[in-house]
Every structure is written in C-alpha cells, then in structure tokens.
C-alpha cells in the first residue's frame, strides 16, 4: 500500500501497487509524484520505486496539474439554495408579487454563496449564487423605484380608500 502526495499538496491512501498503476495509466501520477510506501520512513519519488521506475514518465509539457478525489467522495452538487435564489430573482422580475420573490432570491442566493464558500467540497454553484444576488438586488429596487415613482403610492391611495370607505 502506498500514500502520495497531489498536485494540490494533499496526501492521498492508502492506494494498491495496482491502483497507483491505474493513476499512472490515467496521467493522473508520474515519476515525480511523491510517494511513501507503507512502513517506510519518508518520501521520495514515484520514480525511485523499482516498481514503477519503467511505468512512471514525466507527465507531457501541455498536462495539467492532476486531482485526486478523496476516494470514495460525491461528485459536487449545486448548492440547493443558490438555484432556489436564482429561481426566485427570476420570479421576482417577471411576476406580479415581485418584491417578496426578489427578496426571498437575495436573501436564498446569500445563504447559497455562503453555503458554497464553507463546503467547497461538497457544493458547487457561486455564478447561479451571484447571478441571485445580482438578479434579486435589480428587483428590489425596480419595486421600491415602483413606489418611490408614484405609481405604487396610487395603488396604495386606492387601497387607503376602500379600507377606510368600509
């Protein structure tokens, strides 16, 4: 079994001889990958291992740095309340009651942005959460330049009326 050290400076393991075979066939490990095998002091290597000495090649000049998983892991998933967020700013600019969406998307993006930022791991989604934000923070003040306008203040004046006339 052996442990490795990621582009990412992460420890990875432990791993099978056949499973650091598969990452290597995967360009996902090469010779300089740092490797520690079970009951051995320190790290060294891929390279220096007469195991993987033929099998490990330096990665090509156009490979990207490789990630490992943590295995087992859940591939990420949007934040749940970044799509409502954004779901409800988009409500909020195209339905009648759209200052209570607007604000319900602000408020469902912000928690959503934040929700991401603490599980990076595990939630994905912070353009849907910005777009929320962005989207809901725009149907708010169309609502309150609605009613700053005057034309909100006639609903309101004829709402006064009829509460008053009862």
């Not at 000049?61 to 949007?78: D, Q, R, S, V």
């Not at 609605?146 to 009829?162: A, D, E, K, Q, Y």
Request: with cysteine; aromatic share 8%; proline share 7%.
């Amino acid at each position: 079994m052996y442990r490795i050290i990621g582009a990412d400076g992460k420890e990875y393991g432990p791993i099978s001889g056949d499973g650091l075979r598969r990452w290597i066939a995967e360009n996902r490990v090469n010779g300089q990958t740092m490797a520690q095998a079970e009951g051995t002091p320190g790290w060294r290597p891929l390279s220096a291992f007469p195991e993987f000495a033929t099998l490990a090649s330096p990665p090509p000049i156009h490979a990207a740095p490789a990630t490992f998983p943590a295995e087992g892991a859940h591939p990420l998933k949007n934040s749940p309340m970044a799509v409502a967020g954004l779901v409800c700013s988009l409500l909020g600019l195209v339905c009648c009651g759209g200052g209570l969406f607007s604000a319900l998307g602000l408020i469902f993006s912000i928690i959503g942005l934040n929700e991401i930022k603490r599980n990076p791991r595990q939630f994905t989604g912070s353009s849907l959460a910005v777009a929320g934000i962005i989207l809901g923070i725009l149907g708010v003040l169309l609502i309150l330049l609605f009613f700053v306008s005057g034309l909100g203040g006639g609903l309101l004046r004829g709402w006064r009326h009829h509460r008053f006339v009862l």
